[in-house]
């Protein structure tokens, strides 16, 4: 049986800590991480197509990761 995990969390909350320590208990994350950089040498641990998808949804809805105000509904 295939499992689905999804770790969800504001920037700079760690997520990036609790999704490596899921490494540890055998979760695995794919092929396609975010490459490590020189503010984070220890690497992201996120999906780079799953950190895509969400950057194109939040476009579509005239938002972007810092934004702190109400998604609107559109009809």
Same mark, same amino acid.
Not at 12 to 40: C, M
């Given at each position: 049986?295939?499992?689905?995990?999804?770790?969800?969390?504001?920037?700079?909350?760690?997520?990036?800590?609790?999704? #490596?320590?899921?490494?540890?208990? &055998?979760?695995?994350?794919?092929?396609?991480?975010?490459?490590?950089?020189?503010?984070?040498?220890? &690497?992201?641990?996120?999906?780079?197509?799953?950190?895509?998808?969400?950057? #194109?949804?939040? #476009?579509?809805?005239?938002?972007?990761?810092?934004?702190?105000?109400?998604?609107?509904?559109?009809?």
């Amino acid at each position: 049986m295939n499992k689905l995990v999804i770790v969800l969390g504001m920037h700079r909350s760690g997520t990036s800590a609790v999704t #490596r320590a899921l490494t540890v208990l &055998g979760v695995d994350l794919g092929s396609y991480l975010i490459e490590s950089q020189e503010d984070n040498p220890k &690497g992201f641990w996120e999906d780079s197509e799953m950190l895509s998808f969400n950057e #194109r949804l939040m #476009r579509a809805v005239g938002m972007e990761w810092d934004c702190l105000r109400p998604i609107r509904q559109h009809d």
